[in-house]
């Protein structure tokens, strides 16, 4: 192979296969769906049977917004640490200190915030 | 087959390529169906009941023995339910947001699939230049993460364009609770690349090809251990299926859907199910390699043999994700954060420090 | 296979997207729309490190910026209700905008320009099986410094998030929860993110056991 991007060919074409699957079945059970009427209790939000009260979107808690900002910030750290595990062995004859020392005080620096919000139970969903 | 010898190297490659990606798609979509099938008679026989055991197309009366076994097996079934998916009413309500509403099956099922292209399954069917991986990419597991995490999108979407409580707090919660396991799997598999030193699956499986004892399941247990659990919340999978708990939302994200758009969820799911089996058995597991080891094969019947072996592990772990949904009771959504934030987060740390301490202490 | 690479068609169409979606991103009124074009454009760029063989930073792009970056803002567009409300725009005058604008583009503009990466220089023989070492080596040898920098950015944002997000913490801790509108209108804060998101407690069945 050449070119890097010419290892993309096959997942392109497998991606064509899967959209290309999903769009097909969508299309396909239009047209060979039954195909009912539209009825006014048919056509209101499943609440169990009550009427639905309200708009279909309730706010939510603020927890969901400070897991997907930690979520950003944990995956920034591991997207780090892997290239430091696939050069770990190899690198540590050569920089033991900081090949160690580095990721060590990395994860470290990590896990002091880490705690800081364990500590303002920022991971507490019991409340 | 001689012909093929003398195309373009590049018209060989797309050819190869092609049948490969036909053969996983078609075993892909027939485990899919087949493990709902397994799911149905495997729960049946957790509770002492029998399962689908009617479904048969008219001919098979005519079978003499084999007929009524097939028939008692559920060997149908999946394909009564697939024509049953089609042919339902295609509803889509008023009041939902239409384009997302439209495309948010579609892309669920789409990245559930998409994992599979960097697994290897086999390693040759005799020509050394044409492994059984679709695209043997050298950062395959970072794909992996990276489309995994597309799987996301579908739910989200789903949740707000069905514009309906259920589906918007099933979305809204699933997301949360697959974010939180990413981190816990992303570094579980930390330690993998500490003792491998290589993101592409094809070196971690070669990695493990002495055998059994070399398996990653031994020397990185724990690891292991998080990787399965974090899997289990990823596929939304019972003792996490908190997004569509039907006891406390209904059916979560797909609470409105109906027919196909439904189906591609259910697929969806299963789908990501073997996606992640299969991660598991490639980093954990030896991939393709038999119990005793091997080299990557050199005639056609040790390449298929390669893949049975594949297939055999791959199926050991969807029966323990079915086996494990009939045996244990729902996390509460509390503890399921509890569980990804405070406990497997530290816990997958310490296994990179201890692994990477040992390294560096038997290194010198 | 050389083809791919050396006609600019990926790239142009590569391009295209990520432009269109981009421009879209800005300029679309549903915030849900805009969100998702961002998702897009992410993508596009993702796309266009593949194009020029880097695959580890193609493939962090995808992973940290459509996996997180994009989810979290399309979280928090859906946390906030008035997510279809054309929102008007903060300041009217056009004037400010441009300032600003240009004073932003100068400054991104100013250190590529002068930069030594700009010059056109032979390309280097790549070994393409060993990218993600080679960032690895550079990482653990010569940018030590900058990733412990990174790692004290990384948690001072892990603070601030948790200081904006859990500032109702005594409130919360309350054993008789006040009535919805009481908590809507009492908990005001300062920063536009907090007052859009600051119903901690008015919702839901989905934080309680």
């Known amino acids: ?127 | 087959m001689d012909f093929i010898r003398y195309l373009d190297p590049t018209v060989q490659f797309m050819l190869f390529s092609a049948v490969k990606i036909v053969l996983v798609f078609a075993v892909a979509m027939t485990g899919v169906a087949y493990a709902v099938l397994v799911e149905r008679k495997v729960s049946a026989w957790i509770q002492d009941r029998v399962g689908p055991n009617r479904a048969a197309p008219f001919f098979v009366h005519y079978l003499p023995v084999v007929g009524p076994f097939l028939t008692k097996l559920g060997i149908f079934q999946p394909m009564a339910d697939g024509l049953k998916f089609i042919l339902k009413e295609d509803f889509t309500p008023s009041y939902v947001r239409k384009i997302y509403f439209w495309i948010a099956p579609a892309i669920s099922c789409v990245p559930a699939l998409m994992t599979l292209a960097v697994i290897p399954f086999g390693s040759t069917l005799g020509n050394a230049n044409n492994p059984m991986v679709i695209a043997d990419l050298n950062v395959g597991i970072l794909y992996t993460f990276g489309i995994v995490s597309l799987g996301v999108y579908g739910i989200v979407l789903a949740g707000y364009a069905s514009n309906s409580k259920y589906p918007f707090l099933g979305g809204i919660r699933s997301s949360a609770q697959m974010i939180s396991y990413e981190i816990a799997m992303g570094m579980s598999v930390v330690s993998v690349f500490l003792v491998v030193g290589d993101l592409n699956l094809s070196k971690v499986v070669a990695y493990q090809s002495g055998g059994i004892h070399e398996w990653l399941i031994f020397k990185q247990p724990l690891a292991f251990f998080i990787f399965l659990v974090s899997a289990f919340a990823e596929t939304n999978r019972l003792p996490f299926d908190l997004p569509e708990s039907e006891t406390e939302l209904v059916g979560g994200y797909h609470t409105e859907y109906s027919s196909m758009k439904f189906a591609l969820f259910f697929l969806g799911e299963y789908a990501a199910m073997i996606g992640a089996s299969a991660m598991m058995v490639t980093l954990f597991l030896g991939g393709w390699t038999p119990i005793w080891g091997g080299a990557p094969a050199s005639s056609l019947l040790v390449g298929l043999s390669h893949i049975v072996w594949f297939l055999a592990k791959l199926g050991f772990f969807m029966v323990l994700f079915i086996w494990v949904r009939w045996m244990l009771p729902r996390f509460r959504y509390d503890q399921l954060m509890n569980l990804g934030w405070r406990r497997f987060i530290p816990l997958a740390l310490v296994n990179i420090i201890i692994t990477a301490g040992l390294i560096a202490l038997t290194h010198k | 296979m050389r083809m791919l690479s050396d006609i600019p068609i990926a790239f142009l169409m590569i391009a295209a997207v990520t432009l269109v979606s981009a421009v879209c991103a800005m300029s679309l009124r549903n915030l849900v729309h805009c969100g998702l074009c961002l998702v897009l454009t992410f993508v596009g760029l993702a796309a266009t490190y593949l194009h020029l063989s880097a695959e580890f930073v193609g493939f962090a792009q995808v992973l940290v910026y459509v996996g997180a970056v994009a989810i979290l803002i399309v979280f928090t567009i859906l946390l906030t209700r008035n997510a279809e409300v054309t929102l008007s725009p903060v300041s009217q005058s056009s004037l400010v905008g441009l300032g600003i604008a240009i004073a932003v583009c100068g400054s991104l503009v100013l250190p590529l320009v002068t930069s030594p990466s700009l010059r056109r220089l032979p390309a280097q023989s790549l070994a393409p099986d060993a990218q993600v070492q080679r960032i690895g080596e550079k990482l653990m040898a010569q940018y030590v410094i900058p990733l412990e920098a990174l790692a004290l950015v990384l948690t001072a944002a892990m603070i601030g998030a948790v200081v904006i997000a859990m500032r109702d913490d005594p409130e919360r801790n309350d054993p008789s929860p006040s009535p919805q509108n009481q908590k809507d209108t009492g908990s005001v804060s300062n920063s536009p993110a907090g007052t859009a998101l600051n119903s901690s407690s008015s919702t839901s069945s989905s934080q309680r056991p």
Not at chain 1, 77 to 102: D, I, N, R
Not at chain 1, 107 to 126: C, E, H, N, P, S
Request: net charge positive.
């Open chain 1, 1 to 127: 192979m050449q070119s890097q991007l010419s290892q993309y060919l096959p997942v392109l074409m497998f991606l064509m296969v899967t959209i290309g699957f999903a769009v097909g079945t969508l299309a396909f059970s239009v047209i060979a769906g039954k195909v009912g009427r539209r009825t006014r209790t048919k056509d209101i939000p499943y609440e169990c049977g009550m009427v639905p009260e309200g708009p279909g979107n309730a706010r939510l808690s603020v927890k969901f917004f400070l897991v997907a900002l930690l979520f950003v910030l944990f995956d920034i750290e591991v997207v780090f640490m892997y290239p430091w595990a696939v050069t770990y062995k190899e690198l540590l004859a050569k920089h033991f200190a900081s090949v160690v020392g580095g990721m060590l005080s990395f994860m470290g620096i990590l896990f002091v915030g880490y705690l800081y919000a364990l500590k303002k139970k920022a991971f507490d969903w019991k409340s």
